[in-house]
């Protein structure tokens, strides 16, 4: 079974500033991935980024990075120089691999309400 | 490129009536689906796995005579809210995965449907 944890129900942070949100994650698979979405108050679920559990560096998308520990399982999103359009609700996720082929669906944190302050 | 097209966004019905939910990929095939619940300030909770040509397979505790899932190509899936009752008010949110592709893609969503049942 797979287990995210996401341990911040709500941030607040200054325009700018850069943020760290939390997740750790609990697996027997030796392949999976690792996923952040964010989710705005439309719903709409927006893919950011991907880690893979056998990347050795952490994975970047423009202002967003993954601090990924494989020893301490966690999966932390930072985002850099953040934005009053990054206010929404960002879950972490993953997605293990399948016996006989394929992948199973997205397990998700509880998610963490991320509020930028002008 | 990855679109999910989902459709009705909104529909509010009364009790004892029956609701069906698309779920297409436009732009690429999917031999599996994920139907995804989401209750307000909650987590998305996966409610089954939608496979092309075959039986649907559910979570435990979701009622797969409630929940009629239908996958009868590869870029659609349907999700049937049969006898809606006011407890299944939420927000259903269905994500496709390219075919072929493994635990290191990402689930690309629709814009999910915001059920109200009266």
């Known amino acids: 079974a797979q287990k995210i944890t996401q341990t911040q129900p709500g941030m607040f942070v200054q325009e700018k500033e850069a943020v760290t949100l939390d997740c750790t994650y609990d697996?027997?698979?030796?392949?999976?991935?690792l996923f952040w979405y964010k989710q705005p108050s439309s719903g709409e679920m927006i893919f950011l980024i991907y880690?893979?559990?056998?990347?050795?560096q952490n994975a970047t998308e423009g202002r967003y990075s993954l601090n990924f520990q494989k020893a301490r399982k966690s999966a932390n999103l930072v985002i850099s120089a953040s934005q009053l359009g990054d206010s929404a609700m960002y879950f972490c996720?993953?997605?293990?691999?399948?016996?006989?082929?394929?992948?199973?669906?997205?397990?998700f944190g509880k998610g963490t309400h991320l509020i930028i302050q002008p | 490129g990855a679109v999910v097209s989902q459709h009705p966004s909104r529909v509010i019905c009364k009790s004892g009536t029956s609701v069906k939910i698309e779920c297409r990929s436009l732009?690429?095939?999917?031999?599996?689906m994920f139907w995804y619940r989401q209750f307000p300030k909650q987590s998305l909770m996966l409610m089954a796995t939608?496979?092309?040509?075959?039986?649907?397979?559910?979570e435990q505790g979701v009622e797969k005579d409630k929940f009629l899932i239908n996958h009868a190509s590869l870029t659609l899936s349907t999700l049937t809210v049969t006898s809606a009752h006011p407890e299944d008010s939420s927000f259903y949110i269905c994500?496709?995965?390219?075919?072929?592709?493994?635990?290191?893609?990402?689930?690309?969503f629709g814009n999910g449907t915001r059920l109200t049942v009266t």
């Open positions: 994500s496709a995965s390219r075919t072929g592709s493994s635990y290191n893609s990402p689930l690309h």
């Open positions: 697996t027997s698979d030796q392949s999976y991935g």
């Open positions: 880690q893979g559990s056998y990347d050795e």
């Open positions: 996720a993953m997605r293990g691999a399948r016996r006989g082929g394929g992948a199973d669906g997205l397990t």
């Open positions: 732009d690429f095939q999917a031999t599996t």
């Open positions: 939608s496979n092309e040509g075959s039986k649907a397979t559910y």
